[in-house]
């Protein structure tokens, strides 16, 4: 049933190296059956993804330090607001002093 034929193959091929593939995948036709599997416009939306990937990122990055940016500033505005707020009320609390030193004065 089974036989021990051995079937004389010939050695592998050599892995070419990334260059020789680089240059089949760039020469090979639309049709090529080896390369089928691979569509180059796949291969570069992917590239493209990856790059808007990084671009996307780098957005929301940016996003999220000036949102950050933006509340620090609110609070200080808020601080500063308050602290005008109380100096206006010590403005006007001196000039109501001085006014009464400067009518008292001038009774005497």
């Keep these: 049933m089974f ?29 090529d059956i080896a390369f089928k599997i691979i569509d180059k416009d796949e291969f570069s939306e992917e590239h493209s993804f990856n790059t808007n990937t990084s671009n996307t990122y780098q ?30 009320e010590e403005i006007k609390k001196l000039a109501d002093n001085i006014k009464k030193q400067a009518q008292a004065a001038l009774i005497t």
């Design 59 to 88: 957005k929301v990055k940016m996003y999220l330090n000036i949102k950050q940016q933006l509340r620090y500033l609110e609070t200080t505005i808020a601080e500063r607001g308050q602290q005008l707020k109380t100096d206006n």
């Design 3 to 31: 036989s021990n034929k051995k079937s004389n193959l010939p050695p592998r091929p050599h892995i070419p190296n990334s260059e020789c593939m680089l240059e089949d995948l760039n020469n090979a036709s639309i049709d």
